[in-house]
């Protein structure tokens, strides 16, 4: 503005949300909240200038939203609290799904939430924001069926592990795939959108789940939204046959070119670790597993193999001074 520019030759063409990867320096420590807090103030005035800007940039353009500012929370929680809006009210009073391109590497816990949402390299990103029109192959489109519901002490870890432990052995790489079945609705949202996340590590585009009343319950307490606007919401939906009755498609299954199933009962309380999540062991078998790593120990800082039998009584003994 002050070189006599017009900011407006650069306005994006599109809803932007700018949200940056920022990690608060711990200066001062002692578990008080007002140390936090303190922290929080000497970040932003070390970086007095960069807020200054992304101020500037949110007043000089119409369609860009600051990015959350430190102390807000992990990008994750910052996409499915602040960010998430599962249906755009536009300036036209036309309302349409909401969607998302972006560099961001959890933006795929979004499609958890019913938002399609698709990593674009930067300079992809940067000319869709110009109005550009972005060349996007599409894939193929594989349905996940979950059925059936899980034990009594089987945890959520245990559910999206055994669920992206599957993925991997059947093979989606390159595809997109759409959960669907009775056993969505036994998922929280939590789960749903950490199933998504870890799309990258079994090769899918995307993993989606369609909006249903769970969702929207989800947003409804981030408290974003009025009642007369959930409400807007919900009937948009509804008449765009957009939200998902999981339970209903026991009955009716949704058409894809390919189907995968999983049964929810099959899952089993486990242990992960200790690199990954292919290293996943069932709390029965621990013991055992636990036995044969203690006698082959390679990898493990012992370089020769032991010879020891669970069932040797050890005594400890006082050494002598």
């Given at each position: 503005?002050?070189?006599?520019?017009?900011?407006?030759?650069?306005?994006?063409?599109?809803?932007?949300?700018?949200?940056?990867?920022?990690?608060?320096?711990?200066?001062?420590?002692?578990?008080?909240?007002?140390?936090?807090?303190?922290?929080?103030?000497?970040?932003?005035?070390?970086?007095?200038?960069?807020?200054?800007?992304?101020?500037?940039?949110?007043?000089?353009?119409?369609?860009?939203?600051?990015?959350?500012?430190?102390?807000?929370?992990?990008?994750?929680?910052?996409?499915?609290?602040?960010?998430?809006?599962?249906?755009?009210?536009?300036?036209?009073?036309?309302?349409?799904?909401?969607?998302?391109?972006?560099?961001?590497?959890?933006?795929?816990?979004?499609?958890?939430?019913?938002?399609?949402?698709?990593?674009?390299?930067?300079?992809?990103?940067?000319?869709?924001?110009?109005?550009?029109?972005?060349?996007?192959?599409?894939?193929?489109?594989?349905?996940?069926?979950?059925?059936?519901?899980?034990?009594?002490?089987?945890?959520?870890?245990?559910?999206?592990?055994?669920?992206?432990?599957?993925?991997?052995?059947?093979?989606?790489?390159?595809?997109?795939v759409e959960f669907f079945g009775g056993g969505v609705a036994k998922l929280s949202v939590g789960d749903r959108t950490t199933i998504s996340n870890m799309a990258p590590e079994y090769g899918a585009l995307f993993a989606f789940f369609a909006v249903d009343q769970y969702q929207l319950d989800h947003v409804k307490k981030t408290g974003r939204f009025d009642d007369d606007e959930?409400?807007?919401?919900?009937?948009?939906?509804?008449?765009?046959?957009?939200?998902?009755?999981?339970?209903?498609?026991?009955?009716?299954?949704?058409?894809?070119?390919?189907?995968?199933?999983?049964?929810?009962?099959?899952?089993?309380?486990?242990?992960?670790?200790?690199?990954?999540?292919?290293?996943?062991?069932?709390?029965?078998?621990?013991?055992?597993?636990?036995?044969?790593?203690?006698?082959?120990?390679?990898?493990?800082?012992?370089?020769?193999?032991?010879?020891?039998?669970?069932?040797?009584?050890?005594?400890?003994?006082?050494?002598?001074?």
């Amino acid at each position: 503005d002050s070189q006599g520019g017009d900011p407006g030759l650069v306005e994006p063409a599109c809803l932007v949300d700018l949200l940056l990867e920022y990690s608060t320096r711990s200066e001062l420590s002692a578990g008080s909240d007002s140390l936090a807090k303190r922290n929080e103030e000497l970040e932003f005035r070390r970086n007095r200038e960069l807020f200054q800007f992304l101020k500037w940039a949110e007043r000089a353009f119409c369609n860009v939203t600051m990015a959350i500012p430190p102390g807000s929370g992990i990008p994750l929680m910052s996409h499915l609290e602040f960010l998430n809006r599962i249906v755009i009210n536009g300036d036209d009073h036309v309302m349409y799904p909401d969607s998302v391109l972006g560099s961001e590497p959890r933006l795929a816990a979004m499609n958890g939430m019913g938002i399609l949402a698709w990593g674009l390299r930067g300079i992809e990103i940067e000319s869709a924001l110009l109005g550009n029109p972005v060349t996007i192959a599409i894939p193929e489109v594989i349905g996940y069926k979950i059925s059936g519901d899980f034990g009594e002490f089987v945890t959520s870890t245990d559910v999206v592990l055994a669920i992206t432990k599957h993925l991997c052995s059947v093979g989606v790489g390159g595809a997109g795939v759409e959960f669907f079945g009775g056993g969505v609705a036994k998922l929280s949202v939590g789960d749903r959108t950490t199933i998504s996340n870890m799309a990258p590590e079994y090769g899918a585009l995307f993993a989606f789940f369609a909006v249903d009343q769970y969702q929207l319950d989800h947003v409804k307490k981030t408290g974003r939204f009025d009642d007369d606007e959930m409400r807007r919401m919900e009937s948009y939906l509804r008449g765009s046959h957009l939200l998902r009755k999981y339970q209903d498609e026991e009955r009716e299954e949704p058409v894809y070119s390919k189907v995968i199933e999983f049964d929810l009962s099959s899952v089993q309380t486990s242990l992960s670790g200790p690199m990954s999540f292919k290293h996943r062991v069932p709390l029965q078998k621990v013991s055992t597993q636990f036995e044969d790593v203690l006698k082959d120990c390679n990898g493990y800082g012992i370089s020769r193999p032991l010879s020891i039998s669970l069932s040797d009584e050890f005594q400890l003994q006082r050494s002598e001074e």
